[in-house]
């Protein structure tokens, strides 16, 4: 498609609506888009600045991020960790734009992030961002096929394009055998394999983890960090995740560590 370099170069509101073509971008086309922002390694895909969020509590207010500054660049696979309740959900969350900070920015891909209308980040949180959770967010009547697909169809793709899309991602992490298998026919790791091939479909260049691998043993676990490291290869998208693992933390691009609402 045209706007393509339009896309990297100037980032007007106006132009986020006319990007519905956007599901017609080729493979390559996509390619060249993430390879291209990852000729230069200082390039952020994503740049958080003094990032605040606070909730009303009772009548006072409970600071739970506190001046978070961070960067994801092109292809990387950044960690966050810390204790329970020191606020990584609450920052993933703000990253994908399920919710935006009481304070600061967060830009993504050159857009102002944070500070866009809701329907202009939901677009944008649709078309070039993928989410895998805990518990794996399979539909249970559905095939691991079926569940790839209803990605795909969700993100409006060509109908022309689910086949070869879906037995792709499948085959990427490793279950093209298991394809019309069902959640319960598939052990936790394959349907958390399902899962990642699922938030991958529709060509996302980020994707955000939380605890993707903490319901899972240390030999799944190491599996989903390899399709991870095989897909940020394959697929040129970039992995901000949470753990407490700190074997998983070992393949990090890069950790960090929450405490008290910042990182240290
Ligand atoms: N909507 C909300 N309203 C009020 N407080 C909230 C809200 N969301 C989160 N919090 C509080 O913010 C703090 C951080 O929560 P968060 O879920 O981000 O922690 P976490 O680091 O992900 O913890 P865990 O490792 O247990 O998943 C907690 O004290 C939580 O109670
Ligand atoms: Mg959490």
Redesign the pocket.
């Known amino acids: 498609m045209t706007d393509t370099k339009k896309r990297e170069d100037t980032h007007t509101a106006d132009e986020l609506g006319s990007r519905s073509d956007h599901s017609n971008h080729s493979e390559k086309e996509h390619r060249a888009r993430a390879s291209g922002a990852s000729n230069d390694t200082n390039e952020k895909l994503m740049a958080v600045n003094m990032v605040e969020r606070s909730?009303p509590?009772g009548g006072s207010t409970?600071h739970?991020l506190k001046g978070i500054q961070m960067d994801i660049k092109p292809r990387q696979l950044v960690m966050l960790k810390?204790?329970?309740?020191?606020?990584?959900?609450?920052?993933l969350n703000c990253l994908g734009g399920l919710d935006t900070p009481s304070k600061g920015e967060i830009w993504f891909n050159g857009l102002p992030f944070s500070k866009m209308s809701d329907d202009e980040r939901t677009l944008v949180r649709r078309r070039e961002m993928g989410f895998i959770f805990q518990a794996f967010a399979l539909m249970p009547l559905l095939s691991a096929y079926e569940n790839v697909e209803l990605s795909l169809r969700m993100a409006g793709k060509p109908r022309s394009e689910w086949k070869k899309r879906v037995e792709e991602c499948l085959e990427l992490v490793g279950l093209a055998k298991r394809m019309h298998h069902r959640p319960f026919e598939l052990s936790g790791g394959e349907q958390q394999r399902v899962a990642i091939a699922k938030s991958i479909a529709h060509r996302p260049i980020l994707l955000l983890a939380d605890?993707p691998t903490a319901e899972l043993d240390t030999a799944m676990s190491a599996q989903i960090m390899s399709v991870f490291q095989n897909i940020i290869e394959t697929e040129n998208v970039s992995i901000c995740m949470?753990t407490?693992d700190p074997t998983i933390m070992e393949v990090a691009d890069h950790v960090y560590e929450?405490v008290d609402g910042k990182f240290i």
Do not use: A, W
Not at 82 to 91: A, C, E, M, N, P
């Open positions: 909730f509590v409970l739970v810390g204790r329970s309740g020191s606020g990584k959900t609450t920052l605890e949470t407490h929450m």
